[in-house]
């Protein structure tokens, strides 16, 4: 089934009484850098924004929620759990955590070589923010020290 993801959105807000949700349009480039060695000699850090949390960590708020969950690479999927402001979309990460948070195929990736090694913690955001200056202000550098201190080459983004 095909959703448009944004005029549902749109919709969303409307009902909720909110103003027309304002999609954020970026003034420069994105500050990527090509790879300057091989994947396989790369280490590689992953950030979710489903929402996905460790049983016993605590769940996401439904508002402007900016904190991120580190999760352990060695974390069992029956372990993880799902937290989002848009619940309707759990519906099958929670069936198979790993169509949205690939915790299983990045350890297959680190064992089969093909990239050199999975960052010890993995990390997750509930994406559903309201606040554009909220992301860029706390979220953006929250994810950018946590790649930083694990001293990741390249990181896994995978938006809900």
Known sequence: MHVDYMKAITERYSRLGYPPYDWYHADTPPPWQPLDRKLSDCKIGMMSTSGAYVAGQVAYFYKDDTSTRRIPKRTPTEDLRFSHITENYLVDPRRDPNCIFPIEALRRLEDEGTVGEVADELFSCMGGIYS????????????????KAQNVDAALLVAM
């Open 132 to 147: 554009k200056r909220r992301v860029a202000e706390e979220l953006a550098p929250a994810v950018h020290e946590n790649f």
